[in-house]
């Protein structure tokens, strides 16, 4: 415990490639995941991210019992359990029971492909908690790709999406294809927690996802600004989480996680200016 | 009446020709024939289920007839709508002026990052025109319903419409607001000559704006000023039953038919 914040340790750390590669996969996802946040917040998928945080875990476990890299296997994990969650509308009722049953059965199924995997142990845990040494360069261009291409989709629907989110019935009335959108989104949803689950690991992903951007939304009622913050909230929170946990060589997401929290709470108990009681 | 409605020659701001509507054997409305000039209000009555909701649906491109023609000047770009007030989630990082933006180019793709000081200029505009620039940096769910409902004014008339679509938009709010909101959507028909259809379960806030009624009940439906259609003779035909129509001071009251005026209000988006 006594190399827990072992600065030169740390340093030393730094100049390791794996490290490195981390660090950039961490940046990656914080831009991702920060700029999908509040879009998540505000349609209220906190849930629906869990548990395709959890499918995409069943996908990455699949992957390693059968010797396929383990981002292709979280990617198409979270993709199938998008599009089975896109189709469920935000009014259905049942959404939280359904997205309840299919991510415990995921878990159950993913449970039982570790069980039967015989590799090292290290890979099964990281693929719960998140591991520096998870993330390969063949899977830190895969995290690269996707990450694009979520993002340039995202730029193409982010305004009717936007609208769709916040105001459904102008939205329809206006002609915007809001189920189509939700799909979509929920999609896009899908591979950035793929994506995320390498860093932070299955159970964490809410950390980047949503607590950067619940803290941007105590702070600030301008959706441009709680992007903007949830963008920074998240990269610190990744960044730092993964240089503070190098020395200590404890799992990446217990410090992402810490951080974000931190955050979180530091601006709820600045958010007191966005409410208006007293004016 | 039907003179007017055969002069085809007249293209208003909204023409129904023979419009039915119809979901398998359950027929909303049949020939309807409907046409609303430019500057014209509309009030558009009767019980839930008539078909006043698919009607907008109709109106706004959402919903294709099962047969006859619509024409809506525009096109459905220029159609704005404003829909009842709801709760607001609290929390949601959304102000007034990003509402009223989404009236401008919500319906548009990308991220809208050119042009976007032409497009504050015009949103100002319309948060000054209802009134609600001071506000209009808060959180809308902060607000209170009076307040919300004229930033959707704003938001439909942001847009620059050539008709207005007003679902149930005075519902949950006091008096007071009631004539804020409807003197807005009065003072809009007047200045620009847009048209307004105005679906509502009670006449009486907007009684005083209204040119024309329609009056659809279980497939029947009457046009006409509300002199005409606001009788007992009338609404005892439309309703089949006999009802009575009162007058008292400046508001009529309908007795006798249950559910003519205490219909719930419903949404076009919620049948999705």
């Known amino acids: 415990m006594e190399n827990f914040f072992d600065l030169s340790l740390t340093l030393d750390l730094l100049g390791y490639g794996f490290v490195r590669q981390m660090l950039i996969a961490g940046a990656v996802l914080g831009l991702v995941a920060g700029l999908l946040g509040p879009l998540v917040v505000t349609r209220k998928m906190a849930f629906a991210v869990h548990g395709t945080a959890e499918l995409a875990f069943t996908g990455g476990a699949a992957a390693l019992l059968v010797g396929v890299s383990v981002g292709y296997g979280a990617l198409a994990g979270s993709v199938v359990a998008a599009l089975l969650l896109g189709l469920l509308s935000r009014r259905d009722a049942d959404r939280d029971s359904v997205i309840g049953a299919i991510l415990a059965f995921g878990l159950g199924l993913g449970v039982l492909f570790l069980y039967l995997y015989k590799g090292r142990s290290a890979n099964k845990f990281g693929l719960l908690t998140g591991q520096i040494v998870s993330v390969g360069s063949t899977d830190l261009w895969l995290l690269i790709g996707s990450s694009v291409a979520v993002l340039v989709v995202l730029a193409l629907i982010y305004r009717p999406l936007h609208f769709a989110s916040v105001d459904v019935a102008v939205a329809t009335a206006r002609g915007v294809p809001v189920r189509t959108l939700s799909v979509v989104f929920a999609v896009l949803v899908g591979v950035a927690t793929a994506l995320s689950v390498q860093v932070v690991g299955a159970l964490l992903v809410l950390s980047l996802m949503i607590t950067p951007a619940a803290a941007a939304s105590r702070v600030t009622a301008s959706p441009v ?15 730092l989480g993964i240089l503070l946990s190098l020395a200590p060589g404890v799992p990446v997401s217990a410090f992402v996680t810490a951080v974000s929290f931190l955050i979180y709470l530091v601006c709820r108990a600045f958010g007191g200016t966005r409410s208006r009681a007293g004016v | 009446m039907t003179a007017q409605l055969s002069d085809k020659s007249v293209r208003g701001a909204v023409a129904l020709r023979g419009a039915r509507l119809s979901y398998g054997d359950r027929v909303l409305w049949d020939g309807l024939d409907l046409d609303v000039a430019p500057g014209e209000f509309v009030a558009v009555l009767g019980p839930n289920g008539s078909g006043k909701t698919s009607l907008m649906r109709v109106l706004l491109g959402l919903q294709p007839l099962s047969a006859g023609t619509v024409h809506v000047a525009g096109g459905n770009r220029r159609i704005g709508y404003i829909p009842q007030q709801r709760a607001v989630d609290s929390s949601l990082t959304l102000r007034g002026r990003d509402l009223v933006g989404f009236g401008l180019d919500g319906h548009e793709w990308g991220i809208g990052w050119r042009g976007r000081r032409a497009r504050r200029a ?4 319309a948060l000054a025109a209802v009134g609600a620039t001071r506000y209009a940096d808060e959180a809308v769910g902060l607000l209170s319903g009076g307040e919300q409902q004229r930033l959707r004014v704003a938001q439909a008339l942001v847009g620059d419409p050539r008709v207005l679509l007003c679902d149930e938009p005075l519902l949950s709010l006091d008096i007071a607001h009631q004539r804020v909101v409807s003197d807005l959507i009065d003072r809009r028909r007047r200045a620009a000559g847009t048209a307004v259809l105005f679906v509502t379960h009670e006449i009486n ?5 209204v040119d024309r009624v329609l009056y659809l009940v279980d497939g029947r439906f009457r046009v006409g000023t509300p002199a005409e259609v606001m009788t007992s003779a009338t609404l005892s035909a439309l309703y089949r039953t006999n009802v009575e129509v009162v007058r008292v ?3 009529i009251h309908v007795v006798g038919a249950q559910h003519v005026c205490e219909d719930e209000p419903h949404h076009v988006a919620d049948e999705d």
Not at chain 1, 225 to 239: G, N
Not at chain 2, 205 to 209: F, K, N
């Open chain 1, 225 to 239: 600004k709680a992007t903007v913050l949830a963008v920074v909230f998240a990269e610190v929170a990744v960044l």
């Open chain 2, 122 to 125: 015009k949103v100002d505009e």
């Open chain 2, 205 to 209: 806030p907007v009684l005083p704006l």
């Open chain 2, 249 to 251: 001071r400046d508001q």
